[in-house]
């Protein structure tokens, strides 16, 4: 016995060792691709000395003689930090996921390669002004010059992830950041799953009302400009998709994760400090690392410091010395499906207003890594690409001897976006920003800007020309081969609503309606947002004149305008009723919760138990007035729609009628379903959470995910590259929290602000920004998630141009000169 135990031991110290060391050896092998931020490079591709300075939070100071030298450096800093998310976009872009992730992004290759957005870059670049096609030039080589030292210096390969799979990394072309802009218009988009649910919804209600009810459009006046504060305060002295949603690598967002942000702004006369004022915090599905890289550039025409987009040259969200600028996604309605006849004679031929036509046709072979390769017939109408049915739930709505196909405006081979951002962020004043803007293409965005003296929104990005007879209004698929369904080109940027120098001097838009106009100039039939806007106007009403602060709260605001106003309605005719049931008993239960959500100010803060009760009773009303009417198509509607629960409740257009289940004899009514609701709530808290209800905590449930897109779900490793936080907010309020909606987990905080800025033009170096992770894509690196918690506690870190300060601190100087 003791031999026996001598040995297990001997053998469990020596696994102990071999585990140890191949740990070890692991470590040593990851830590390589950690760059050293106070080399010094030769390089080729510059023409003068390039000096990168890094702050205390890893956030590079780019220094050059000339534009493209800078511009070089941002590609060589983007390239040490996130080469991996960089080569990973570019991949997605490429539609060759599929060479080092196999059968697995099959489906997500093919949908790229038949929207074909990688070769529409490459025809774009010789569109691009001299300007922008030496940025894009300057950017690439920078890339590549880090390429080569990783492939030269014995690196790590320049990324823990290429040990996993393919460390061949092609150049970085031009081509590349133009696709990647086309690849952001692809995970904004919203408006073709909304069609193809639009139509599946009508082929199962009948009643357009019904549709109406859960599909709605917002009614009333758009709000962007607020009126003068002394009118309104008078004497005041201050889609399940096909191929795979949940899948990290899909660029394509499940329905209700499409773009969604928040952007304002307060001219000199409301401003404590005599200064223009701007915030703005895009909302994105969130990730490790972030989305967004914090840099600044030291260009000729002055400094920018702001939000890039690792693998593209220009600096997206962010402030110049005399501009600041924002985005916010529009919701312009820049996409239509259309129904395309089949000859039957001829099954390569469409039905056109002028006749039969033959489709365009182009093979591409998709490789997959341990499987045979695809061979792809893409094929094209006139108004777009060819999708099979298996994309987007198409198959649902096609009938049997017609394709579908899909016009966009981001399907450009004449982009010119690129070009534009780069002008705009080179310019000096408002005006001349509007004017840079006017070849945006896509995606579409509500700018917000401001100078010195000047507050303004304006809408860019082409604008579909639709015929003022078109059958659906570009709500639902129409027949293709009718000319009236057809587009005509693009409206004049002039046509773009636009709102300078407000007379109320406050400007903003959180994805809300911004305008009122009839079809075809009024934007969309769907918005991203008619909830957090009311909660927006309260608190810029609230004051005569704002400040960094009262923006920052602002930004930071938890309180839900939905509970606030939900709560009143659903709960109308279960408040204080009855006497107090026994204690341990489900009516005592209920009791309690209303008791909590009666004395509840709508507040989602993490520490409080109420949003979690209020979020888990709207989610399982919603779920029981659908379910019966819609059957498996209600799991597409997975989050609470605010203005579907006030039409219900209301009784509007008689939309009551949800609330009577049609499988039973009874009629029941809203207030039946409401108490059920609470009941099925409260069940699954308690046996999720327990039974008491005080204790519970909203940031236990509504914890934010940044998921590594790849080695996020491999056991191990999960611990060491997913960051979990607990957070306030929820799916409608400024600090918005989108949930995840599905799943053992649906309150997940999925998608939120990734980006945070806040800039004061009385004092510009005054301003702040942050992002949710930090710098470096390296999960060993100590900028991996430092700006993370920060993020997490609603904090700042300076957003300076001094170069001073960021020398003051750095974590170090990076030099890069040219060979003699």
Same mark, same amino acid.
């Not at 709605?216 to 191929?243: D, K, Q, V, W």
């Not at 220009?314 to 919701?331: D, F, N």
């Not at 072979?365 to 198409?394: E, M, Q």
């Given at each position: 016995?003791? =031999?026996?135990?001598?040995?297990?031991?001997?053998?469990?110290?020596?696994?102990?060792?071999?585990?140890?060391?191949?740990?070890?050896?692991? @470590?040593?092998?990851?830590?390589?691709?950690?760059?050293? @931020?106070?080399?010094?490079?030769?390089?080729?591709?510059?023409?003068?000395?390039?000096?990168?300075?890094?702050?205390?939070?890893?956030?590079?100071?780019?220094?050059?003689?000339?534009?493209?030298?800078?511009?070089?450096?941002?590609?060589?800093?983007?390239?040490?930090?996130?080469?991996?998310?960089?080569?990973?976009?570019?991949?997605?872009?490429?539609?060759?996921?599929?060479?080092?992730?196999?059968?697995? &992004?099959?489906?997500?290759?093919?949908?790229?390669?038949?929207?074909?957005?990688?070769?529409?870059?490459?025809?774009?670049?010789?569109?691009?002004?001299?300007?922008?096609?030496?940025?894009?030039?300057?950017?690439?080589?920078?890339?590549?010059?880090?390429?080569?030292?990783?492939?030269?210096?014995?690196?790590?390969?320049?990324?823990?992830?290429?040990?996993?799979?393919?460390?061949?990394?092609?150049?970085?072309?031009?081509?590349?950041?133009?696709?990647?802009?086309?690849?952001?218009?692809?995970?904004?988009?919203?408006?073709?799953?909304?069609?193809?649910?639009?139509?599946?919804?009508?082929?199962?209600?009948?009643?357009?009302?019904?549709?109406?009810?859960?599909?709605?459009?917002?009614?009333?006046?758009?709000?962007?400009?607020?009126?003068?504060?002394?009118?309104?305060?008078?004497?005041?002295?201050?889609?399940?998709?096909?191929?795979?949603?949940?899948?990290?690598?899909?660029?394509?967002?499940?329905?209700?994760?499409?773009?969604?942000?928040?952007?304002?702004?307060?001219?000199?006369?409301?401003?404590?400090?005599?200064? &223009?004022?701007?915030?703005?915090?895009?909302?994105?599905?969130?990730?490790?690392?972030?989305?967004?890289?914090?840099?600044?550039?030291?260009?000729?025409?002055?400094?920018?410091?702001?939000?890039?987009?690792?693998?593209?040259?220009?600096?997206?969200?962010?402030?110049?010395?005399?501009?600041?600028?924002?985005? &916010?996604?529009?919701?312009?309605?820049?996409?239509?499906?259309?129904?395309?006849?089949?000859?039957?004679?001829?099954?390569?031929?469409?039905? $056109?207003?002028?006749?039969?036509?033959?489709?365009? &046709?182009?093979?591409?072979?998709?490789?997959?890594?341990?499987?045979?390769?695809?061979?792809?017939?893409?094929?094209?109408?006139?108004?777009?690409?060819?999708?099979?049915?298996?994309?987007?739930?198409?198959?649902?709505?096609?009938?049997?001897?017609?394709?579908?196909?899909?016009?966009?405006?981001?399907?450009?081979?004449?982009?010119?976006?690129?070009?534009?951002?780069?002008?705009?962020?080179?310019?000096?004043?408002?005006?001349?920003?509007?004017?840079?803007?006017?070849?945006?293409?896509?995606?579409?965005?509500?700018?917000?800007?401001?100078?010195?003296?000047?507050?303004?929104?304006?809408?860019?990005?082409?604008?579909?020309?639709?015929?003022?007879?078109?059958?659906?209004?570009?709500?639902?698929?129409?027949?293709?081969?009718?000319?009236?369904?057809?587009?005509?080109?693009?409206?004049?940027?002039?046509?773009?609503?636009?709102?300078?120098?407000?007379?109320?001097?406050?400007?903003?838009?959180?994805?809300?309606?911004?305008?009122?106009?009839?079809?075809?100039?009024?934007?969309?039939?769907?918005?991203?947002?008619?909830?957090?806007?009311?909660?927006?106007?309260?608190?810029?009403? =609230?004051?005569?004149?704002?400040?960094?602060?009262?923006?920052?709260?602002?930004?930071?605001? $938890?309180?839900?305008?939905?509970?606030?106003?939900?709560?009143?309605?659903?709960?109308?005719?279960?408040?204080?009723?009855?006497?107090?049931?026994?204690?341990?008993?489900?009516?005592?239960?209920?009791?309690?919760?209303?008791?909590?959500?009666?004395?509840?100010?709508?507040?989602?803060?993490?520490?409080?138990?109420?949003?979690?009760?209020?979020?888990?009773?709207?989610?399982?009303?919603?779920?029981?007035?659908?379910?019966?009417?819609?059957?498996?198509?209600?799991?597409?509607?997975?989050?609470?729609?605010?203005?579907?629960?006030?039409?219900?409740?209301?009784?509007?257009?008689?939309?009551?009628?949800?609330?009577?289940?049609?499988?039973?004899?009874?009629?029941?009514?809203?207030?039946?379903?409401?108490?059920?609701?609470?009941?099925?709530?409260?069940?699954?808290?308690?046996?999720?959470?327990?039974?008491?209800?005080?204790?519970?905590?909203?940031?236990?449930?509504?914890?934010?995910?940044?998921?590594?897109?790849?080695?996020?779900?491999?056991?191990?490793?999960?611990?060491?590259?997913?960051?979990?936080?607990?957070?306030?907010?929820?799916?409608?309020?400024?600090?918005?929290?989108?949930?995840?909606?599905?799943?053992?987990?649906?309150?997940?905080?999925?998608?939120?602000?990734?980006?945070?800025?806040?800039?004061?033009?009385?004092?510009?170096?005054?301003?702040?920004?942050?992002?949710?992770?930090?710098?470096?894509?390296?999960?060993?690196?100590?900028? @991996?998630?430092?700006?993370?918690?920060?993020?997490?506690?609603?904090? @700042?870190?300076?957003?300076?141009?001094?170069?001073?300060?960021?020398?003051?601190?750095?974590?170090?100087?990076?030099?890069?000169?040219?060979?003699?």
């Amino acid at each position: 016995m003791i =031999s026996v135990f001598r040995w297990s031991l001997r053998l469990f110290l020596g696994l102990a060792v071999l585990v140890g060391v191949a740990l070890t050896i692991a @470590y040593w092998f990851a830590s390589r691709s950690l760059p050293d @931020y106070s080399a010094s490079f030769t390089v080729d591709g510059i023409s003068g000395p390039v000096e990168i300075v890094r702050d205390n939070s890893n956030v590079p100071h780019i220094f050059g003689a000339t534009d493209p030298d800078v511009y070089f450096g941002l590609g060589f800093a983007h390239a040490q930090d996130r080469l991996w998310q960089m080569m990973l976009l570019r991949r997605t872009a490429q539609g060759r996921l599929s060479e080092i992730f196999g059968a697995r &992004t099959a489906r997500t290759d093919e949908l790229l390669r038949r929207l074909d957005l990688y070769n529409l870059s490459v025809r774009s670049v010789e569109h691009q002004s001299p300007y922008a096609l030496s940025a894009l030039r300057a950017y690439a080589a920078g890339v590549n010059a880090w390429v080569d030292e990783v492939n030269t210096g014995a690196r790590g390969r320049g990324a823990p992830e290429f040990f996993l799979f393919s460390p061949s990394i092609a150049p970085w072309q031009p081509a590349d950041s133009i696709a990647l802009g086309k690849i952001m218009a692809l995970q904004l988009n919203s408006h073709l799953p909304d069609e193809v649910l639009r139509a599946r919804a009508s082929l199962l209600l009948k009643d357009d009302a019904r549709v109406e009810d859960i599909m709605p459009n917002p009614s009333g006046n758009g709000i962007a400009a607020l009126p003068e504060y002394a009118a309104l305060a008078p004497g005041a002295t201050g889609l399940r998709y096909a191929e795979a949603p949940r899948d990290p690598l899909n660029p394509v967002q499940p329905a209700g994760l499409g773009g969604a942000s928040n952007a304002w702004a307060a001219a000199p006369d409301r401003a404590a400090t005599g200064g &223009t004022l701007m915030a703005n915090d895009p909302h994105l599905k969130l990730s490790a690392p972030s989305v967004w890289y914090l840099a600044r550039l030291e260009l000729q025409s002055g400094g920018v410091i702001g939000g890039t987009l690792p693998g593209t040259p220009a600096v997206l969200l962010g402030r110049s010395q005399t501009l600041g600028w924002g985005l &916010t996604s529009s919701y312009l309605d820049d996409v239509d499906v259309h129904i395309e006849r089949l000859n039957p004679d001829n099954p390569e031929e469409l039905l $056109t207003p002028s006749g039969w036509q033959k489709m365009r &046709t182009r093979t591409s072979i998709v490789n997959i890594k341990d499987a045979d390769p695809i061979t792809l017939k893409l094929r094209w109408s006139d108004n777009g690409p060819i999708l099979p049915g298996r994309h987007f739930d198409l198959d649902t709505i096609t009938p049997p001897g017609h394709l579908t196909s899909v016009s966009w405006t981001v399907l450009s081979a004449r982009d010119t976006s690129v070009s534009a951002g780069l002008d705009m962020m080179r310019s000096g004043s408002v005006d001349d920003a509007i004017a840079a803007m006017e070849g945006f293409i896509a995606p579409s965005q509500n700018l917000t800007l401001v100078d010195r003296d000047k507050i303004a929104m304006k809408m860019v990005g082409a604008a579909p020309q639709r015929d003022d007879a078109h059958q659906s209004k570009g709500r639902l698929p129409t027949p293709g081969w009718i000319a009236a369904n057809r587009w005509d080109g693009r409206l004049a940027y002039t046509t773009n609503p636009e709102f300078v120098a407000p007379e109320g001097g406050i400007v903003g838009n959180t994805n809300n309606k911004i305008v009122d106009r009839p079809f075809p100039l009024h934007v969309s039939y769907k918005w991203g947002d008619t909830q957090r806007v009311q909660r927006w106007r309260r608190l810029m009403q =609230s004051r005569e004149v704002h400040t960094r602060e009262s923006f920052m709260e602002a930004q930071l605001d $938890t309180v839900s305008f939905t509970a606030r106003s939900l709560l009143p309605l659903v709960g109308a005719d279960l408040w204080f009723t009855g006497e107090a049931a026994p204690d341990g008993t489900p009516e005592r239960l209920s009791q309690r919760a209303l008791e909590l959500l009666a004395s509840w100010n709508g507040e989602m803060n993490e520490h409080l138990p109420e949003p979690l009760i209020y979020a888990a009773w709207m989610r399982a009303l919603q779920e029981r007035l659908i379910r019966d009417e819609l059957g498996p198509l209600a799991d597409e509607f997975s989050r609470l729609e605010p203005l579907f629960i006030e039409r219900v409740f209301r009784d509007i257009d008689g939309a009551s009628v949800w609330c009577d289940v049609q499988q039973s004899a009874r009629v029941e009514t809203c207030t039946d379903m409401a108490r059920l609701s609470l009941d099925d709530a409260l069940i699954w808290i308690s046996e999720r959470y327990g039974t008491a209800l005080e204790s519970l905590r909203w940031g236990d449930a509504h914890e934010a995910l940044h998921e590594h897109p790849v080695l996020g779900e491999v056991a191990g490793l999960s611990w060491l590259v997913n960051i979990r936080q607990s957070t306030s907010g929820g799916d409608n309020t400024l600090r918005r929290g989108r949930t995840k909606g599905t799943g053992p987990d649906p309150f997940l905080n999925v998608s939120g602000a990734g980006y945070r800025g806040i800039y004061d033009f009385a004092d510009p170096d005054s301003s702040l920004f942050v992002i949710s992770t930090g710098q470096s894509g390296h999960p060993l690196s100590r900028h @991996y998630d430092d700006l993370g918690e920060l993020w997490r506690r609603g904090e @700042y870190i300076p957003m300076a141009l001094d170069p001073d300060l960021a020398r003051a601190a750095s974590v170090g100087i990076t030099t890069l000169t040219p060979p003699d």
